[in-house]
């Protein structure tokens, strides 16, 4: 069982900037494909970014060249800078590891973003 803990979330206003971290328990960690996943209030929860790893890297459109995502492996950390935010970008932020099928969330933490 993998255990994923997020921190970092807030209120912040349009345009601001947060950085979240998760923190997982996994010694295969460095092995795992990590995400952000957010989920707004009445909507389903949605893909934000991915990384591989590899260190490859996948964004929504929506927060292209405005969010970034980054590992270290070392740490078995996972963390997602963003940056301009809007308030289409409020919701509660779930850290995911996957790993041949296997999926493991954390509890999610809020992020509010003021217009």
């Known amino acids: 069982q993998v255990q994923l803990v997020e921190s970092g979330g807030g209120l912040v206003q349009t345009g601001g900037s947060l950085t979240l971290s998760c923190a997982a328990s996994t010694s295969m960690f460095s092995i795992y494909t990590m995400g952000w996943y957010r989920q707004a209030p009445g909507k389903a929860r949605e893909s934000v970014a991915t990384i591989t790893g590899n260190f490859i890297t996948n964004y929504r459109d929506s927060v292209k060249g405005r969010f970034t995502i980054s590992r270290d492996n070392a740490k078995k950390m996972v963390y997602l800078q963003m940056n301009s935010l809007k308030p289409e970008d409020t919701g509660v932020y779930y850290c995911?590891?996957?790993?041949?099928?296997?999926?493991?969330w954390g509890q999610g933490t809020q992020v509010t973003v003021s217009s």
């Open positions: 995911q590891g996957s790993l041949i099928g296997a999926n493991y």
